[in-house]
Structure formats: structure tokens, C-alpha cells
């Protein structure tokens, strides 16, 4: 399990480098802005923004720390399908 404190970590590094969470069950969600997400306890939010001037489609996915299996930094965007397989 990663620890809400690495990706706090990750977030409050300056200057901030975007980074992509895996999931055990495939997905990958990318985290493009140190506003994007927020970690606590055992959970880390993730932001997915909407289409280009659409900012009320955008939404939050709720993701359990414990199903992080890694990090990949450097890969806010464009390295896979956002949260999916």
C-alpha cells in the first residue's frame, strides 16, 4: 500500500511534476496538477477535468490507497487510458 504521505509527498514537491496512479484492477489515473488530488487516511481523491470549456463535467474519483500498486511520475497525461484497463 502506498501512504497517504507519499503522495502528499508527491504534491507538495516544488516544482510539482505530474505523476499517474495504478490501481490493482488495471486502471491508471493521472494527476496532471498538484490541485488534481488530495490524500487522506486511506483514500486519495483524484480529480478528472471535463471536456476543454466544460468545467461542469468534470468529476472526482474516490480511489483506496490500498489498491495503489504504483506510481509512475513524470506520466501526469498520455500514458494510458484514464481509469481504464
Same mark, same amino acid.
Request: aromatic fraction near 10%; charge should be positive.
Given at each position: 500500500m502506498i501512504a497517504p504521505a507519499r503522495i502528499k509527498?508527491?504534491?507538495?514537491?516544488? %516544482?510539482? *511534476? %505530474?505523476?499517474?496512479?495504478?490501481l490493482s484492477d488495471g486502471s $491508471?489515473?493521472?494527476?496532471p496538477h498538484p490541485e488534481f488530488a488530495w490524500a487522506f487516511g486511506g483514500r486519495v481523491f483524484v480529480g478528472v477535468a471535463g471536456r476543454a470549456g466544460r468545467a461542469d463535467e468534470g468529476e472526482v474519483k474516490e480511489l483506496a490507497l490500498r489498491h495503489?500498486? *504504483?506510481?509512475?511520475?513524470?506520466?501526469?497525461?498520455? $500514458?494510458g487510458r484514464q481509469g481504464q484497463r
Open positions: 509527498e508527491l504534491l507538495e514537491r516544488r %516544482p510539482f *511534476r %505530474p505523476f499517474r496512479l495504478f $491508471s489515473h493521472a494527476v495503489v500498486t *504504483r506510481i509512475e511520475e513524470g506520466a501526469g497525461q498520455g $500514458s
